[in-house]
């Protein structure tokens, strides 16, 4: 069996399959979530060395590659966006920047969380840290170019070539901020994690992130859902939607 | 074309003094306010004089990005460029090296004698010099992709330091970090190559991106 793309690619059909998979999506993500926190509390192991605190990396570490991915995932769909001129892919990457800015400050927050019992301070100028700082930094930036610029089409390609520009700057910027980092201080703390890791706690993580995906998916699809009925309202379907529900 | 740009902007700029020495004052205003603030110890100011000289170069460049635009957006000129056979992005070109003419040349030219207020010995007052020269066209060539996105927009001046602040911290960290690594006795060259080699590629890619900020900007 063959499946049009391009079918989908119309905000009209894309809307009402979006609709069809939110449940299947949310459901997971609640699934996932609930059996990865019973594992994060009850099965994994209390790590000899850092004790009961580091359970917070069973959110902190799946935020924190969230966070990264969706940057990607965001920058991508701007950029087919821009060089196809299809709505529904700008679209996709204005309902993925606020679950990624959320990711990212997560990842900051349970960071600091984490950071306080371990390292005795809530922050440091880490190479890691700061990088995520960063990119919380061209997400906000992101949102905000889009949010200042009425026509959405305009806000479409130039939110584009922002996310364009700043995910070329990314691997130009971790390592600046790894390389200053370095030159300034020896290691002082480390957040590298040791590799020999409880099996508990590693599956615990993996299915942590499973329900970050589902969670972020279904979360992308709603959000997708409602600009696609805002840019839309003045057409047909949409007008039909409406007098199918009242 | 490039040199009708660039001898265009100059002379507009020539017209128009103050504007030039605001940006150059903005220096030199935010640089006299760190002694006053963390205090006039001479070893802590000597240690923090390569990062405040930089980071006051990144906010008087950024700060004068609108102009960059928007004087040629409000009276026709940009859409009579949009409209000329030449390429887009030679004329955008030129535009951001005379931004850098009149913002970054000033600035690369003042920071000895900041440098020396905050007792900088003198082979720290030349790196810091040539790193500001190499540094701050990469400063130019990347705001301008942020003042042609912000072009018209309303808080268009707030939004730039948004977008553009961020994607300076490269240059921030390897142009500070040339004059550190000098005063510690290692070599800056590595920070130097690097700092090339962004002006390099911004020189490359800073352009065609602008122009296509610009005919998003201007549909």
């Known amino acids: 069996m063959s499946i049009n793309w391009y079918k989908y690619a119309s905000p009209a059909s894309f809307y009402f399959l979006a609709g069809k998979m939110i449940p299947y999506f949310s459901i997971a993500a609640i699934a996932l979530l609930i059996v990865g926190l019973y594992i994060g509390f009850f099965v994994a192991p209390t790590d000899f060395q850092q004790g009961e605190a580091y359970r917070i990396i069973f959110i902190h570490v799946p935020a924190a590659w969230m966070s990264m991915f969706l940057y990607v995932v965001m920058a991508f769909w701007a950029g087919v966006g821009l060089a ?51 990119l919380f930094f061209l997400y906000i930036g992101f949102m905000s170019l889009q949010a200042a610029i009425d026509d959405p089409r305009r806000a479409d390609k130039a939110g584009a070539i922002i996310a364009l520009v700043g995910v070329v700057n990314i691997p130009i910027i971790y390592f600046s901020v790894q390389w200053w980092n370095t030159l300034h201080q020896g290691a002082s703390v480390s957040i590298a994690q040791s590799p020999k890791m409880a099996t508990a706690m590693l599956a615990g993580m993996l299915v942590m992130a499973l329900a970050a995906w589902m969670y972020s998916i279904a979360m992308i699809l709603m959000r997708a859902r409602t600009i696609i009925l805002e840019r839309e309202r003045h057409t047909a379907w949409v007008a039909e939607l409406k007098g199918m529900t009242r | 074309m490039l040199t009708w740009v660039i001898r265009r902007d100059l002379l507009l700029a020539m017209r128009r003094q103050a504007d030039v020495l605001t940006t150059l004052f903005f220096f030199i205003i935010v640089v006299s306010l760190f002694p006053l603030g963390v205090g006039p110890e001479m070893n802590t100011l000597r240690i923090m004089a390569p990062g405040i000289v930089w980071v006051a170069a990144l906010l008087a460049s950024m700060l004068s990005l609108g102009r960059m635009f928007s004087n040629d957006y409000l009276d026709g000129t940009l859409e009579q460029i949009l409209l000329s056979p030449t390429s887009l ?118 352009p065609w991106a602008t122009a296509a900020s610009l005919r998003i900007s201007m549909e």
Do not use: C
């Open chain 1, 84 to 134: 196809f001129n299809t709505r529904l892919s700008s679209m996709m990457a204005t309902a993925i920047a606020p679950t990624g800015a959320m990711f990212t400050f997560i990842a900051l927050w349970t960071g600091a969380w984490w950071g306080k019992p371990m390292w005795g301070t809530w922050w440091v100028w880490d190479a890691r840290l700061t990088s995520e700082l960063i």
């Open chain 2, 89 to 206: 992005s030679l004329l955008v070109l030129g535009k951001m090296l005379s931004h850098w003419l009149i913002t970054g040349v000033p600035l690369v030219l003042m920071a000895p004698v900041l440098g020396i207020q905050y007792d900088l010995p003198f082979s720290a007052l030349v790196v810091l010099t040539l790193s500001l020269l190499l540094g701050t066209p990469i400063l130019s060539l990347i705001g301008a992709i942020g003042a042609a996105l912000t072009l018209g927009l309303r808080g268009g001046g707030v939004l730039v330091s948004l977008l553009v602040l961020p994607l300076y911290i490269p240059v921030l960290i390897f142009g500070a970090g040339a004059v550190e690594a000098s005063t510690a006795g290692l070599g800056f060259e590595a920070h130097f190559s690097l700092l090339g080699a962004f002006l390099l590629a911004s020189l490359v890619f800073a």
